[in-house]
């Protein structure tokens, strides 16, 4: 019996990789994302099995109804990807309130109404329990300038993650979180030409290819619910991150 997994943000960059790489590895996979066509691209790609399910993460009707359609479909959830985000670039003073909710809908309470839901079907479902991995990033350790609602959003993630792992506990739901640092994605593809540094200069990053994210989830999605990786950082080797700033 396959596996069943959930990945948000599954229609583009380290989503549909992940999901790519989940049912390569016999996963049974649900993709759920903002855009209906994009999902649709990838679950023709990986063909049965797959499950595309347009949601807005950040609207708990919706995230409730992508969960019911998953149970209704697959009949239980083994893995949970929290990916989906968004990034914003704009000095702190200049961010409206508006952009501010936005990151805060998609970036944070995204992954906590996924992470409910996830632990609600995991803790009734039999076998008990599963997996829920997060993506956080490098910026949930150090920012990059002009970035504080995507900071401030991924350091929440590591709360989130902690939190998770304790109380599932006694649900033998495990949680751990992947900190990512350039993915060679459509996302990063301006870091080739120059990022903003921290001293206010823009320089080129290099970068990394993305099955490395999909080799180093599938690796803590593969561990028995009795062991868990808690947090992972997977980067570019030569990338500013040790020393950031």
């Known amino acids: 019996m396959s596996k069943v997994a959930l990945v948000t943000g599954g229609g583009s960059g380290i989503g549909k990789a992940l999901a790519l790489g989940l049912a390569r590895a016999g996963y049974a996979v649900a993709i759920a994302g903002r855009r209906a066509e994009p999902l649709e691209t990838v679950a023709r790609e990986i063909g049965s099995g797959a499950l595309a399910v347009p949601t807005d993460v950040g609207d708990p009707k919706a995230v409730s109804a992508l969960f019911a359609k998953v149970k209704r479909t697959f009949g239980r959830l083994d893995l949970l990807f929290n990916n989906a985000g968004v990034g914003l670039s704009l000095p702190i003073d200049e961010i409206t309130f ?36 997060n993506n956080g990033s490098i910026s949930a350790h150090v920012p990059r300038p002009n970035m504080a609602p995507y900071t401030a959003t991924k350091h929440a993630i590591t709360g989130l993650t902690r939190a998770t792992a304790l109380e599932g506990r006694q649900w033998n739901i495990a949680c751990g979180q992947i900190d990512i640092g350039n993915a060679a994605t459509d996302m990063t593809t301006r870091m080739q030409t120059g990022a903003l540094q921290a001293n206010g200069t823009t320089a080129s990053e290099p970068r ?25 950082t997977v980067m570019a080797t030569t990338m500013p991150y040790v020393g950031r700033g």
């Open 208 to 232: 990394m290819d993305v099955s490395n994210v999909v080799s180093a989830v599938l690796y803590m999605a593969g561990l028995p619910l009795d062991a868990n990786v808690l947090f992972m």
């Open 98 to 133: 508006e952009q501010w909710q936005t990151s805060v809908a998609a970036n944070l309470t995204g992954p906590f109404l996924c992470t409910q839901e996830a632990v609600r079907l995991m803790k009734a479902q039999s076998p008990q329990g599963g997996r829920i991995i």
